[in-house]
């Protein structure tokens, strides 16, 4: 439970997800859903695949990938969750899912996607998407992420869905979130508010409009932690 938990000033705060979330990061995550969801036209019912990255590790990605898929499948839209950030995958982790096997074991061998599929259940209501986590940490987490495999996989998926979230390796550290964009139709970028270094951020974005991705918005991740201040996602930018 150590991913669960957050540090700031000696204080451990629990994280809360999806249905447990507070009321103003509810909301948060409402107004993120109604900009991705009118990026795209109404009547393009093609599934959509959204892409969360940041400019280096723990800004947010895994958390707001999380929340933004409860929220869109809250819409009763069918969701599924991808774990890419093979190296540092933590989905598992934060719903409590099995590990393994996950998407690095689809990408490695030929195990067939049903292997590899969780599905996460809400404790309060009906709302439910399904996950594939990141699997054994691969070797070569950059190869598989841009291999074959991966492209054919996310086209068999795209069969199925209405929105598939893909939790991205940080641009900054890899060229993964690259690699991979060419198969997304948009792109998040998360930023920790007073975290990352102004020009780390930049390049991020240049990379990916170098690599002609997509940006759909940027997710001001407004963590507020320590005394008497609870955790917030209130700040989209778009
Ligand atoms: N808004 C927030 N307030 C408090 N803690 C947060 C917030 N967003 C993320 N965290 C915590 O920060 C850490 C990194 O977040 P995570 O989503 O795992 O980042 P990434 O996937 O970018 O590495 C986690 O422990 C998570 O619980
Ligand atoms: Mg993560």
Request: proline share 4%.
């Amino acid at each position: 439970m150590d991913e669960k938990k957050s540090r700031s000033k000696g204080v451990v705060r629990e994280e809360k997800l999806c249905e447990n979330l507070s009321f103003a990061a509810k909301e948060a995550f409402k107004r993120l859903r109604t900009n991705v969801v009118m990026k795209f036209p109404a009547e393009d019912s093609t599934c959509k695949i959204i892409g969360v990255t940041s400019a280096q590790p723990s800004e947010g990605k895994s958390t707001v990938s999380i929340n933004l898929a409860y929220s869109l499948a809250e819409l009763g839209k069918k969701v599924l969750l991808l774990d890419a950030d093979m190296r540092r995958s933590s989905i598992h982790q934060k719903l409590h899912l099995e590990k393994t096997p996950g998407l690095s074991d689809l990408l490695g061998t030929a195990n067939s996607i049903s292997t590899a599929m969780r599905k996460y259940n809400s404790s309060k209501d009906s709302t439910s998407f399904d996950v594939i986590p990141g699997g054994n940490t691969p070797t070569n987490p950059s190869e598989l992420l841009n291999s074959r495999r991966m492209e054919t996989l996310l086209r068999a998926l795209a069969k199925v869905y209405d929105y598939i979230v893909i939790d991205l390796p940080p641009v900054g550290a890899v060229i993964d979130a690259v690699s991979v964009s060419r198969q997304v139709d948009g792109m998040l970028l998360v930023i920790r508010e007073n975290n990352c270094p102004r020009g780390l951020f930049a390049d991020a974005v240049s990379q990916l409009q170098e690599a002609n991705v997509d940006i759909l918005g940027f997710v001001v991740n407004g963590a507020m932690e320590g005394a008497g201040k609870k955790y917030q996602y209130n700040n989209y930018y778009y």
